[in-house]
Structures are given as C-alpha cells and as structure tokens.
C-alpha cells in the first residue's frame, strides 16, 4: 500500500516535471490582436469598467498587463515560466512565479480573473477552477479563452496541453463550478496550417 506521504512525494515529482514542460509566451499580432478584441467586446458589453482588481492567469510577457495599465486597473499576473516572469516584471508589473491551481491570494481578491489560453494547461481544470471562483468577489467576472480540439492546429498534440476539450464539456465545467454563463463566443481565423477557432467563456460568479 502506497502511504500518504508516498502520494504526496509522486504528486510533487509529477508537478515539476509539468513545470519543466512550460514555454514563453512572446508576444505575438494574432494574440496581441485578440487579446484587444475581447477586451473592447468586454467593456462594451458588460460593466467591466467597474472592475478595478484583475487577476491575469498565464500572463505571458503582458500583452494582457500593458492593455489594463492603460485602462489603469490594478492589475496581478501569474505564470509558471521563468522567461516570462522576468519580461513582465522588467515592465514594472507586478507578476509571481504560481501555479494556476494553487493560488496563494485570499479569498475575494479579484474582480476580474483574465484566463485566455492557460486553463487548457491544467491537470485537472475543475480543481483549478474552483480556486478561480475563491478568489474571485461576488458577481466579479471569469474570462477563459481555449482551444478548440482538432482543428488543423490539433491544439490536443501540444505536449504542453492536457486538457483540451469539448466546447459543451467546457461549459458544464463552468456550471459545475458554479459559475454563470453570461456568453460563449466561437473566435476563428486563418492561419498557416489552415482554419483555427478559439472558444471564450464570459462568466460570472454566482
């Protein structure tokens, strides 16, 4: 019989050697350009001007963080590669080396927690997901961005991406979790390898 602390050791193993499988996230025009598109659809749509307190999730280099200092938000990020933790903090922001299912923020922390192409990373999203809500304020927003599976990208070979799912999976995820569904939105584009399409969740804690 394997003992609790056994599980704990192979647990802690099998998380580093995820962390040792992350990449930087340069920035890049097709993401840069999507990150402002659903930001604008976002303030237009629903009171997003209000939320003060943001919580990016796999920040990246800041092509999120530059877009909400302009709007002059207090904002966090948080992401597992070292490259991209010294870019964004070379910008001034205010970044930490954090896993996405264990966040170290107290409860109510945020208003908005910004999660475009990093929940498709995790090992278990429902887990990770319950820890979005927790530090979320009541009525604030989850934005979550995926990849849809097998297109001609097939996002789902990426060794980096273990959960790559079903848009319906996705959203009964969501409601699992407790979350409201305010919008799902299908993003599809062109690009070298042909047709792509991006699934974005606007959700609300409630």
């Known amino acids: 019989m394997i003992l609790d602390t056994e599980k704990i050791e192979n647990f802690k193993f099998f998380l580093n050697k995820i962390e040792r499988e992350t990449y930087p996230e340069p920035p890049s025009e097709l993401h840069t350009g999507i990150t402002h598109q659903v930001i604008t659809y976002l303030q237009n749509q629903y009171p997003i001007s209000q939320v003060n307190r943001i919580l990016d999730v796999g920040c990246g280099q800041g092509a999120a963080l530059d877009l909400f200092q302009k709007m002059e938000k207090k904002t966090v990020g948080i992401t597992l590669n070292q490259e991209d933790l010294k870019a964004c903090r070379e910008k001034g922001y205010e970044v930490y080396y954090m896993d996405q299912s264990f966040l170290e923020f107290k409860d109510g922390s945020f208003d908005l927690v910004w999660c475009r192409h990093c929940l498709e990373h995790s090992i278990f999203p429902i887990y990770t997901l319950s820890g979005f809500m927790r530090v979320l304020s009541p009525k604030g927003y989850l934005y ?63």
């Open 144 to 206: 979550v961005e995926v990849p849809a599976p097998e297109t001609s990208c097939h996002h789902e070979r990426n060794p980096n991406h273990y959960s790559v799912l079903g848009k319906e999976m996705w959203a009964d995820l969501f409601r699992r979790t407790g979350f409201t569904i305010l919008d799902m939105l299908d993003i599809q584009f062109t690009v070298q390898a042909g047709p792509d399409t991006y699934w974005s969740f606007v959700l609300q804690n409630s």
